[in-house]
């Protein structure tokens, strides 16, 4: 019998033969046939640090002799209690409370609830509406495929969904000349919203600087300046979807930071647990808090997931920073060896347009006759032959993208850049 499980994001009648992973190290796999691939994308974008790496497991297992886990309402435990003090130490000041859940999903589907109930609680109960960005990805629940109408993925689910409004994401990349005009639209189109109907809307969802799943697709840090202004003047909650971004993936340790914007609400995830197991916050302002605090129990609010605050999870958090804090300079010096490797071997290169980067993070279109985007037709053939290379690489549609671990050496990454034209060539 074949394999009984259905895989994520999987077509499983057309998808190529899964293959069985037998150990990780460092930025390596090691396939079951013995093959050894190297890890472009830090797996589902979240193992920081490499795999297996040792101050992670060894946290792991100091945790698990002493609390596996407990109930997290009335109950607390320091794993939890300090992490939640230091990524708090690395946020602009205004971001003051957490409430933690299980993965970018559900921390998305918190913001979204407290962002909603929040007005309730300040007596505004018509604010129900949202804003979110075309091409914007927030994850698989209901809610979150809500705010996230702006990628491709929800459609057969529609009538689930409740209404958000759409603005045009600026996504710009090396050389584009029209980056001002695409960021003055997309504010021309938030405002426009705002005037027709600015009582009704709750907040608007923004993966700062960089969306993922839409296409790697990135903004300059002034566009978020611009928005988080408008955001403040029209009573807008703004709510960074940092799931992908956080934890040094701009070369910062949040686009938040590199920005310099306060959100009123923050979600991290992938990264937070050093990509180990799953983990999630939301963090939000004291004002939002303090909306929820009451002597009226229905102002509480009432979410929670059973692996909340998971001590495991927490425990390799903490070795995930002790990691980042102690050497930065494995995810703010990436950048420099990108632009290096894309001008050696990639940046002429005819099939190649629209580079970007923004910290650890490189993207890049493929020139394709057919359509791009997604489902472009492109996309499984890159993908085998990536593999065929010794890459696992999972080009967006005709998106290559790079989101190597943090532990990947200069040398390495110019293999992978190497690699990636050597494939160009073959098409
Ligand atoms: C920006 C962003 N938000 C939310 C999510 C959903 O996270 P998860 O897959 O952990 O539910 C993702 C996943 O890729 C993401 O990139």
Redesign the pocket.
């Known amino acids: 019998m074949d394999s009984p499980i259905w895989q994520p994001f999987t077509q499983m009648k057309t998808a190529p033969p899964r293959l069985k992973v037998k150990r990780g190290r460092g930025i390596f796999l090691e396939l079951e046939d013995g093959r050894q691939v190297m890890d472009c994308i830090s797996s589902?974008?979240?193992t920081l640090h490499g795999h297996s790496h040792p101050q992670l497991a060894e946290a792991l297992y100091q945790q698990a002799q002493t609390l596996e886990h407990v109930i997290f309402a009335g109950f607390t435990h320091d794993p939890a209690e300090q992490l939640a003090r230091r990524v708090l130490n690395h946020l602009p000041a205004g971001l003051r409370r957490v409430f933690f859940s299980d993965?970018?999903?559900?921390?998305?589907e918190v913001a979204l609830k407290m962002a909603y109930q929040y007005w309730q609680n300040q007596g505004e109960p018509q604010r129900t509406r949202f804003l979110a960005f075309e091409g914007?990805?927030?994850?698989?629940?209901v809610g979150?495929m809500a705010v996230?109408r702006g990628s491709c993925w929800w459609q057969s689910y529609d009538p689930l969904l409740f209404q958000t409004d759409l603005v045009p994401f600026p996504a710009t990349f090396e050389a584009d000349q029209a980056v001002e005009s695409k960021e003055t639209q997309a504010l021309a189109a938030v405002e426009q919203f705002l005037q027709q109907q600015g009582h009704c809307y709750a907040g608007i969802f923004i993966?700062p600087l960089v969306?993922?799943?839409g296409g790697m697709r990135m903004c300059r840090p002034t566009f978020l300046q611009a928005l988080a202004d408008l955001a403040r003047r029209s009573h807008l909650l703004l709510i960074y979807?940092?799931?992908?971004?956080g934890f040094g993936r701009t070369g910062e340790l949040f686009a938040c930071l590199k920005s310099s914007t306060c959100p009123d609400l923050i979600?991290l995830?992938?990264g937070l647990s050093g990509g180990c197991l799953?983990l999630?916050m939301t963090i939000a302002t004291e004002a939002i808090y303090q909306a929820f605090y009451s002597d009226d129990a229905t102002q509480a609010f009432y979410h929670g997931h059973s692996y909340t605050g998971n001590p495991l999870a927490c425990a390799t958090g903490l070795a995930s920073l002790n990691l980042l804090e102690a050497d930065p300079m494995v995810y703010q010096g990436m950048e420099s060896w990108h632009r290096q490797w894309m001008d050696k071997w990639l940046r002429d290169h005819p099939l190649i347009e629209h580079w970007r980067v923004c910290g650890t993070i490189s993207a890049m279109d493929v020139k394709t006759p057919g359509e791009g985007g997604y489902f472009s037709a492109i996309a499984p053939t890159l993908k085998a032959r990536f593999l065929e290379a010794g890459l696992l690489l999972r080009p967006l549609g005709n998106t290559i993208y790079l989101l190597p671990p943090y532990c990947i050496t200069p040398s390495q990454l110019g293999l992978i850049y190497q690699g990636i034209r050597d494939v160009l060539d073959t098409l």
Do not use: F, I, L, R
């Open positions: 589902w974008w979240v993965n970018g999903s559900t921390a998305v914007g990805y927030h994850g698989d629940t979150a996230g993966e969306q993922g799943a979807d940092e799931v992908m971004t979600c995830s992938k799953p999630a």
